[in-house]
């Protein structure tokens, strides 16, 4: 048996010089509303963070498929592809196409779904007047 009777009394939380006085929404069981003031922040943020995530995935995902390719398959990247050129290195020169083509979804998306959202956010905060 220990000494420590700290399992006995748990301490009272104290808040810190930073903390919120309010508990946040998880903590208290209520769902945030998808409606409301920072409705915009939230569809930025995530519009954000979806594209983000598939540009990045599919300039990575290629490279990684390939870098597996290399190491796990050597005979396949040495033999001749079409045009004389190793396939190892047919697939190396063809990242180069995929990095660009995440780029350029990268900015079409940007321009299509990011953008427009980020003109309400600002127009809302310009006017000073909570977002619809």
């Known amino acids: 048996m220990s000494s420590d009777s700290s399992e006995l009394r748990p301490l009272a939380h104290r808040a810190g010089r930073h ?17 409301g003031p920072h409705r915009d922040l939230r569809l930025l943020r995530r519009a954000c ?9 599919a300039a990575l995902g290629y490279f990684a498929v390939f870098l597996g390719l290399t190491v796990r398959v050597p005979s396949l990247m040495t033999r001749p592809a ?17 990095t660009w083509l995440a780029v350029v979804f990268y900015e079409l998306t940007a321009r299509r779904f990011v953008d427009p959202l980020a003109r309400r956010v600002r127009r809302a905060g310009r006017e000073g007047r909570a977002l619809p």
């Open 49 to 57: 963070r979806w594209q983000r995530r598939v540009a990045a995935l």
């Open 19 to 35: 903390a919120s006085a309010v508990a946040p929404g998880w903590a208290t069981g209520r769902v945030r509303p998808w409606t």
């Open 82 to 98: 079409p045009g004389g050129l190793p396939f190892g290195l047919l697939l190396a020169l063809v990242q180069l196409p995929v």
